[in-house]
């Protein structure tokens, strides 16, 4: 069954989120980290909106979904064998959701920078490498080839909330 007090509660964190990434002289990589949050918690939200299974009550899609960083790209590597029936069913939604979304690969490209040791990943947290050389988050100057450019990346985001937001009400009215 949906959790709209769930998604509500998830949607109200990554509007925060976003809000700390608008702050005026906030480091770019720092940022990206928050704008990161904020689409990690609104998909989320979706996800607690949309899932009509038990809540933690399966968890592939907890395993998957909502306890992860990169939820898009951790769910779409998940094996859908191992999926329940309201897994799969959300993991449809959640898909069809994001390629509908004109801002569909700066989401994705978002969704997969998340908190990563590994040095091969670039990341918002963790010094990786970048040409055989270690450099910081602070330090990476490829932040716009990457994910595209900051305000991009901020339009794409509120698109999203806002959607998401929709998405809400929407089944909230049903």
């Known amino acids: 069954m949906a959790d709209t007090k769930r998604a509500d509660a998830f949607l109200r964190q990554a ?3 976003f809000k700390v990434a608008e702050f005026v002289g906030m480091p770019e990589f720092a940022a990206r980290y928050f704008l990161q949050q904020a689409v990690e918690k609104a998909l989320k939200a979706f996800g607690y909106a949309k899932f009509s299974g038990t809540i933690g009550g399966d968890r592939y899609i907890d395993d998957f979904f909502f ?7 951790k769910l779409g590597a998940a094996d859908l ?3 329940s029936k309201n897994a799969n069913l959300l993991r449809r939604a959640i898909i069809l959701f994001v ?3 004109p801002e569909r690969t700066a989401i994705e490209k978002i969704d997969a920078t998340s908190a990563s040791h ?21 330090e990476y100057n490829g932040w ?10 901020r339009t ?3 698109k999203l909330l806002a959607a ?5 009400a929407l089944t909230r009215w049903r």
């Open 164 to 168: 998401v937001a929709d998405e809400i």
């Open 156 to 158: 794409a985001v509120r």
């Open 118 to 138: 590994d040095p091969r990943e670039v990341s918002y947290r963790y010094p990786f490498e970048v040409d055989n050389a270690w450099t910081t988050p602070a």
């Open 67 to 73: 306890r992860r960083h990169d939820p898009l790209q």
């Open 15 to 17: 509007k925060a989120d």
């Open 144 to 153: 716009t080839a990457y994910q595209g450019g900051l305000g991009q990346v």
């Open 99 to 101: 390629e509908s979304f």
């Open 81 to 83: 064998r191992r999926l």
